[in-house]
T-cell receptor
Framework: NAGVTQTPKFQVLKTGQSMTLQCAQDMNHNSMYWYRQDPGMGLRLIYYSASEGTTDKGEVPNGYNVSRLNKREFSLRLESAAPSQTSVYFC?????????????FGQGTRLTVV | AQSVTQPDIHITVSEGASLELRCNYSYGATPYLFWYVQSPGQGLQLLLKYFSGDTLVQGIKGFEAEFKRSQSSFNLRKPSVHWSDAAEYFCAVGARGYNKLIFGAGTRLAVHP
């Protein structure tokens, strides 16, 4: 049972480059989320998708775009990477959009922008 | 605004000692409360959760947490810490109908032999 799978695990980008972080879940969950984790700041929600076909902004959406490709996949795109986007990115999913059940997390993507 | 405060950034305990990690929340609605643990280089794993009912909840790995509405707190406890408990612990709050789970900044736990 793979759960939530993120690719890549590590990435180094130059300022201005673009890239897409991929996330897939095999638990038939409705809702998916992208968080970034920075030292001393916990996890901050970037975007989420309560159900297939919908996406909404979280706390820190600037500089990012997302696509809910289907029920399984939710990608995060950085169009023009900046050093401030150096972070660890986590994808998560949950059964319902109300988060009243457990959220399952991927292993994270460590992104460095130089 | 909704927020979660974990007052202790780092805590060090000796193996076998008891542990309490603090969590305070600010939330307008009836909260759903969670504790997650993150081992180095890993994702987050749910330790326990509170939605309603008994205010003392049991989780995995011998952890428990107590919801105190009057103090807006949801502190995590373990009676005897093991070296494998060294990790970062995150408190989080959500609510029914609210699609955003808000996390605290985390508490890093070190365990001395």
């Amino acid at each position: 049972n793979a759960g939530v799978t993120q690719t890549p695990k590590f990435q180094v980008l130059k300022t201005g480059q673009s890239m897409t972080l991929q996330c897939a879940q095999d638990m038939n969950h409705n809702s998916m989320y992208w968080y970034r984790q920075d030292p001393g700041m916990g996890l901050r929600l970037i975007y989420y998708s309560a159900s297939e076909g919908t996406t909404d902004k979280g706390e820190v959406p600037n500089g990012y775009n997302v696509s809910r490709l289907n029920k399984r996949e939710f990608s995060l795109r950085l169009e023009s990477a900046a050093p401030s986007q150096t972070s660890v990115y986590f994808c998560a999913s949950s059964v319902t959009g109300e988060l009243n059940t457990e959220a399952f997390f991927g292993q994270g993507t460590r992104l460095t922008v130089v | 605004a909704q927020s979660v405060t974990q007052p202790d950034i780092h805590i060090t305990v000796s193996e076998g000692a008891s542990l309490e990690l603090r969590c305070n929340y600010s939330y307008g609605a009836t909260p759903y409360l969670f504790w997650y643990v993150q081992s180095p280089g890993q994702g987050l794993q749910l330790l326990l959760k509170y939605f309603s009912g008994d205010t003392l909840v049991q989780g995995i790995k011998g952890f428990e947490a107590e919801f105190k509405r009057s103090q807006s707190s949801f502190n995590l406890r373990k009676p005897s810490v093991h070296w494998s408990d060294a990790a970062e612990y995150f408190c989080a709050v959500g609510a029914r109908g609210y699609n955003k789970l808000i996390f605290g900044a985390g508490t890093r736990l070190a365990v001395h032999p």
